[in-house]
């Protein structure tokens, strides 16, 4: 089993920075990637960006060149930079851990609100 608890999420206004962290415990050795996706009332789930143990890291075009994913392997602990923030970036963020031949684990969600 893996355990995720994100932490992080709130309100801010739009412009501004907020910064998720996601801390793995339990059966660490199984995870093969790490991400986060969002949702939207209304609206699927989405991916937001993801973040190989190698490093390699992938991004939805839409947070291109303002969200930053990281990874910190001694706190086994990945982080969501999110900068120049939008109102349509307002969603539950969920952050996953990718298993070798094993379910997904996700977390519990955290609320990012943007206002205008």
């Known amino acids: 089993q893996v355990q995720l608890v994100e932490s992080g999420g709130g309100l801010v206004q739009a412009g501004g920075s907020l910064r998720l962290s996601c801390a793995a415990s339990?059966?660490?050795?199984?995870?093969?990637?790490m991400g986060w996706f969002r949702q939207a009332p209304g609206k699927q789930r989405e991916l937001v960006a993801t973040?190989?143990?190698?490093?390699?890291?992938n991004y939805a075009d839409s947070v291109k060149g303002r969200f930053t994913i990281s990874r910190d392997n001694a706190k086994n602990t990945v982080y969501l930079q999110m900068n120049s923030l939008k109102p349509e970036d307002t969603a539950v963020y969920y952050c996953?851990?990718?298993?070798?031949?094993?379910?997904?684990?996700w977390g519990q969600g955290t609320q990012v609100t943007v206002s205008s």
């Open positions: 996953n851990a990718n298993r070798v031949f094993r379910r997904d684990a």
């Open positions: 339990g059966s660490i050795f199984t995870i093969n990637a």
């Open positions: 973040i190989t143990n190698g490093g390699s890291t």
